[in-house]
């Protein structure tokens, strides 16, 4: 799991806790930089893998659906983070 969180929000309480605790980080950076890391990260996949990006942002929701992944709402992630 990779996240870029583009800093509009502070995060929840004890999120980076459950993201560390599942063995992955969170990267914080400037907005156009995240969209575009995300982008990125999107072409590199190898065909036919299964990505979902978590985004509340509709541009990088439908960057995410033409490239063949999946796209749902940040609030998904973040809730099922706060389960554990």
Do not use: F, K
Request: glycine fraction near 10%; avoid cysteine; charged fraction near 20%.
């Amino acid at each position: 799991m990779t996240s870029d969180e583009n800093g509009e929000a502070p995060l929840p309480a004890g999120w980076r806790g459950a993201v560390a605790a599942r063995g992955a980080g969170a990267v914080q950076r400037s907005r156009p930089l995240a969209d575009d890391l995300i982008r990125n990260l999107l072409r590199a996949e190898p065909p036919g893998r299964t990505v979902v990006v978590a985004s509340s942002d509709q541009a990088v929701a439908s960057s995410a659906r033409a490239a063949g992944a999946w796209p749902t709402p940040a609030q998904i992630l973040l809730s099922r983070l706060e389960r554990g």
